[in-house]
């Protein structure tokens, strides 16, 4: 009977523990499931981060490329640009020197005034030449103008591209960081 007693005991003890076992593998089990999806969130999540990044390097190339695109426009312009300041110095000279001839010319009818019937065939000579230095005058300052208004165009285009190259630039420290903080979120897990 005692032992029978303590058979019963047993039964019950081993009852008891495969009851908490039970309930410790369900545990177990809800636990699995729980873990299981968190994993299956945190490979969308990496591969979502993983398509981001890959966009972000492909948007830092892009950027690179549209710098490095800037970069050559923009010494093709200061190229043109000296060459434009060189053509309007040119101008310049060409115009001085002009201006010299007509005082030269001016001078010289003056003097020539004394004898009328020289003087009136000169004249004619000197009108043609004073005709001639006019055009080539104004050549030389339409020449000056243009030179003017193609260094202007130039220096736009050039501001133009610099602010381009502003906007790209922070477009990338912006796609920077939020890779850093999506990293730093991540390595938070």
Same mark, same amino acid.
């Given at each position: ?11 019950v003890a081993a /009852?008891?523990?495969?009851? %908490? ?6 545990? /177990?089990?809800?636990?699995? %499931? ?24 492909? &948007?830092?190339? =892009? ?15 200061? /190229?043109?640009?000296?060459k434009a300041e ?19 010319? =001016? ?18 000579? @000197?009108?043609? #030449? ?18 003017? &208004? /193609?260094? #202007?165009?130039?220096? %736009? ?15 990338? &420290? =912006? ?5 850093? #903080? ?6 938070? @897990?």
């Amino acid at each position: 009977e005692e032992d029978l007693e303590k058979t019963e005991e047993k039964f019950v003890a081993a /009852s008891g523990k495969l009851d %908490k076992a039970g309930t410790a593998a369900d545990d /177990s089990e809800r636990a699995k %499931k729980v873990f299981q999806n968190k994993a299956e969130d945190d490979e969308k999540r990496i591969g979502s981060l993983e398509k981001e990044l890959k966009e972000a390097r492909d &948007k830092a190339e =892009a950027a690179d490329s549209a710098y490095d695109e800037v970069n050559k426009k923009l010494a093709t312009c200061e /190229s043109d640009l000296e060459k434009a300041e060189e053509r309007a110095d040119v101008g310049e000279t060409k115009i001085t020197e002009l201006e010299e001839e007509l005082r030269v010319v =001016a001078n010289n009818l003056k003097s020539l005034e004394v004898a009328e019937e020289k003087a009136n065939q000169r004249e004619k000579s @000197y009108k043609e #030449q004073i005709k001639t230095l006019t055009a080539k005058l104004k050549q030389a300052e339409a020449r000056a103008e243009f030179a003017e &208004k /193609s260094v #202007q165009k130039l220096q %736009k285009e050039v501001d133009r591209l610099e602010d381009e190259l502003v906007s790209e630039q922070e477009k990338f &420290k =912006a796609v920077t960081e939020e890779l850093e #903080q999506t990293f730093a979120e991540m390595s938070g @897990y």
